[in-house]
């Protein structure tokens, strides 16, 4: 199944019938339809767009969750992250999967309490309904981690080492609008600590090392111009969150400015 906004999402290659699903923007809200369009499964798997995963991820996942019926949600062995440095090309990632294919880890694990959102898989039944929040849209930052928490309340995570992902982290222009990402990077946080999700040790951790970045590096330097869109959200948001307006949805109010990167 492949969430989509609209036609211009669309890999080249043509999908299997029946795989395609056009929803409306946002990552969480894309999840939650795909969940709607298979109530049946017994296992669900979300994968980035910009993820490669490696042959026998799925085979591995599935041994481990039947020799582990305590852990009701896993992650992978992530080779290398675009995400966190610059973008991994598609043939790098590949050669990535193979090398790692000679060294196999035999179902080694341990105990996690995160799920990276751009791999990981997890038991509908054991989870008892629970949804990715709609109330995240766009970039629905930090719904992995949102979902990682509520998903601990009804057994273990785990990241699974023969469970193998190269994400590549692609920036291409029309995905990153900065001074939105800077308003979701305060005010999601702070939401999810504000609805009992995140502890507020987590939210203050997952916030006040990005908004000093953001300070930092706006001041001088190639990445200068938009970090201080980046900075200009965060304190949008700030203002938000000391008036107690806990609203994640006012990044749509945000104009958007062209991509910097």
């Given at each position: ?193 504000h609805v009992g ?21 706006s001041l001088v ?41």
């Amino acid at each position: 199944m492949v969430s989509v906004p609209d036609a211009s999402s669309l890999p080249d290659r043509p999908l299997p019938s029946g795989t395609l699903l056009v929803h409306d923007r946002g990552l969480a809200a894309q999840r939650n339809a795909g969940l709607d369009a298979v109530p049946e499964a017994t296992h669900v798997f979300c994968f980035d767009d910009d993820a490669v995963v490696r042959e026998d991820f799925l085979e591995q996942a599935m041994t481990f969750f039947d020799r582990h019926p305590e852990v009701v949600a896993l992650t992978g062995r992530v080779l290398l992250d675009g995400a966190a440095s610059e973008a991994v090309p598609r043939a790098e990632a590949e050669r990535a999967l193979a090398r790692s294919m000679s060294d196999p880890l035999e179902q080694q694990w341990v105990v996690s309490r995160e799920l990276y959102g751009c791999n990981f898989a997890f038991r509908p039944v054991a989870l008892h309904g629970e949804r990715f929040d709609g109330r995240l849209p766009l970039y629905s930052w930090l719904e992995d981690h949102d979902f990682a928490r509520r998903a601990m309340r009804h057994g273990s995570l785990a990241k699974v080492m023969d469970c193998v992902v190269v994400h590549r982290g692609v920036k291409s222009g029309g995905r990153m609008a900065h001074e939105r990402l800077g308003y979701s990077q305060v005010m999601n946080p702070a939401y999810l600590h504000h609805v009992g999700s995140f502890p507020f040790g987590l939210a203050v951790r997952e916030t006040w090392p990005r908004v000093a970045k953001n300070l930092a590096r706006s001041l001088v330097g190639r990445e200068a111009t938009w970090r201080r869109e980046r900075l200009r959200g965060n304190l949008r948001a700030g203002g938000d969150v000391l008036r107690r307006r806990f609203t994640p949805e006012r990044i749509l109010e945000i104009p958007v400015l062209a991509d910097r990167d």
